[in-house]
């Protein structure tokens, strides 16, 4: 069991912080939330349907869980939509811990941090706990660190591609540059992309695609609680050095025939 | 008088309260948060805040996502 990751004033037993969207249906959601390990999952605000306003089953089901909710604010283009989102989302009873996420387009989903900054800034402000998802760039995260968010969280590809860990380098800076949680968010495709953003030091991992959209999301999901703990655990041992040349790992003494070189 | 709930033209009485209007959406005080021309009523006001006509308001919750 790896040490538990504090956010803010929030503490999370899992490292793997999971999505409750895309699944196929009720039980499925529950299954692969149980078999991920996660305590904190990612929650949407939307707009009532007023057709059939009986609330959402699931949120019942994760409140009564214990699950901590995490609102995001996916769908947003400008800071003012984001912000009004995390007042209506602390207003449903949360906590004011918000995931801040401003895009830029509709096609890479990439976030406007520009916008992001912006809404990040008013919303420490008021006191939310804000965990901005953003660019890889370190200037941003630092300037998003500054700024008092509680975490920050750079997209490793793009929302929902299952391209991986497109930059593990500027991961490896923005690790150098802020002393806030790192929360890898998006671009997760399967588990050694999990475990490789983990062993890069960053401090946790947000997917919501690479389970949900997986041929068994229930096996996926052990597959990332997995992956997630291993690529701490990595971490944490210290890997060895890269090597051009081979080191043998057997004594070098005592071999039997002749010699070579 | 006409107000606007989520982006759609509504007819409600005159003196309706967020929470008579919740009521006249099915949801009553179930799990939402309202928001009235951009400002939260909180909860607590639900019932002394009166919807005033031309007003668009907002009510939210939350389901599943990413």
Known sequence: MTEALHIGSFVLRSRLIVGTGKYKNLEETKAALEASGADMVTVAVRRLDMSTPGGDSLIGYLKQKGYTLLPNTAGCYTAEDAVRTCRLARELGMSGLVKVEVLGDPKTLFPDVVQTLEAAATLVKEGFTVLPYTTDDPITAKKLEDIGCAAVMPLAAPIGSGLGIRNPYNLEIIRNTVSVPIIVDAGVGTASDAAIAMELGCDGVLMNTAIAGAREPVRMARAMRLAVEAGREAFLAGRIERRLYATASSPLAGVIGSKVG | ?66
């Open chain 2, 1 to 66: 008088m006409r107000i606007e709930v989520n982006g759609e033209a509504r007819e409600i009485a005159p003196d309706t309260s967020v929470l008579g209007l919740l009521q006249v959406l099915g949801v009553g005080d179930g799990p939402v948060a309202v928001e009235r021309n951009h400002e939260i009523v909180p909860r607590a006001a639900h019932a002394t805040t009166l919807v005033h006509d031309g007003d668009k308001l907002e009510v939210v919750h939350f389901v599943g996502g990413g």
